[in-house]
């Protein structure tokens, strides 16, 4: 499809585990953000990359996350030793850069047990 | 930086009446952009209108459009003649700095027949 793609839609895994969330944005689309929502709240920025520039990592809540773009498309957002407050709906997103509109996947749930 | 206030309550609005969605921001950038987008039920977000702070008439598009005060800080949503698929959360955006948009907590909107 021409939209953002996210997998998994739905992640179920076991406080400790690593988890994987992968993003796949629109063709040509050179910046990619990852947002994070618990239950009932708004969007907490997670990362942003931006073309070749060094990513904005400024929203990562710890160092058990981080986040990678491979060739300027593909992006993998890395969950180590899972905790239950890990528990949310992490949104991908993509733009043409600058401060303009911005088109959401539909999300990977992840449920930390 | 730039915050984002969303406080209403959620709202019940009967189907085919008008709605307002209260949003009201704080930021110190001399020029910025008010975003509005949806998240239905299946947890996609949906652009659905932008404002830039020189824009000199109130942005419409459809069914939507934004009563922009910026003497008050103020940028709210409204939904004329609404319909049951307008029930979602609707959230209030504006970049916060390094091109990455800042959201509020959103509102609440059910359209009920």
């Known amino acids: 499809g021409a939209g953002v793609s996210q997998s998994p839609s739905n992640k179920v895994t076991e406080k400790g585990k690593d988890v994987e969330l992968r993003c796949d944005p629109i063709?040509?689309?050179?910046?990619l953000y990852w947002y994070r929502q618990s239950l009932g709240q708004g969007l907490e920025f997670l990362i942003y990359f931006q073309g070749n520039s060094a990513p904005d990592k400024s929203g990562l809540p710890s160092d058990r996350f981080s986040a990678e773009r491979t060739g300027g498309s593909v992006s993998t957002l890395t969950i180590q030793r899972t905790q239950q407050e890990d528990s949310a709906v992490y949104l991908c997103?993509?733009?043409?850069?600058?401060?303009?509109?911005?088109?959401f996947g539909e999300g990977s749930r992840l449920t930390v047990l | 930086a730039q915050k984002i206030t969303q406080t209403q309550p959620g709202m019940f609005v009967q189907e085919k009446e008008a709605v307002t969605l209260d949003c009201t921001y704080d930021t110190s950038d001399p020029s910025y952009g008010l975003f509005w987008y949806k998240q239905p039920s299946s947890g996609e977000m949906i652009f659905l209108i932008y404002q830039g702070s020189y824009d000199q008439q109130n942005a419409t598009e459809g069914r939507y459009s934004l009563n922009f005060q910026k003497a008050r800080k103020s940028a709210n949503l409204v939904i004329s003649a609404s319909q049951l698929g307008d029930s979602a959360m609707y959230f209030c955006?504006?970049?916060?700095?390094?091109?990455?948009?800042?959201f509020g907590k959103g509102n609440q909107v059910v359209v009920i027949p």
């Open positions: 997103a993509s733009g043409t850069g600058g401060a303009g509109e911005l088109f």
């Open positions: 955006a504006t970049p916060n700095g390094n091109n990455r948009l800042a």
């Open positions: 063709s040509g689309h050179t910046a």
